[in-house]
């Protein structure tokens, strides 16, 4: 088995604005104020609209997977039972790229767990 980790990097290259860069999302966000269950039970508006925005950007029509993704995404037709693609993204550009063994992380932002009965 082949694992491949890839992180901002990699999505950064398809347009995506990373969280740590210097002008990245973190810059104007603190992870405690819009990242944590706290956060979300102490301000659900802030929490939602910073993933709202999150989905508006990453589902902008100019962005697409890039060279890396389709790469990663050929490897995995050539070889499907032997490669494993984990991911920090929260975007999709794997899968969209053709990627079908990928592993993320920090979930899918276009993803939402129901708090009470957990349904996706």
């Known amino acids: 088995m082949i694992v491949i980790l890839t992180g901002a990097g990699i999505s950064r290259e398809s347009g995506l604005q990373t969280f740590r860069d210097q002008d990245g999302l973190w810059a104007g966000h603190s992870v405690d104020d819009v990242c944590t269950p706290r956060a979300l039970a102490r301000n659900r508006p802030l929490v939602l609209e910073f993933y709202n925005q999150r989905r508006r950007e990453f589902n902008r029509p100019e962005i697409k997977p890039n060279a890396a993704h389709l790469a990663l995404a ?22 969209q790229a053709g990627s079908k063994n990928v592993l993320h992380m920090h979930g899918e932002v276009n993803k939402a767990r129901c708090e009470h009965c957990g349904a996706i």
């Open 74 to 95: 050929e490897l995995e037709r050539n070889m499907p039972e032997h490669i494993l693609i984990i991911t920090q993204n929260i975007d999709t550009l794997h899968e």
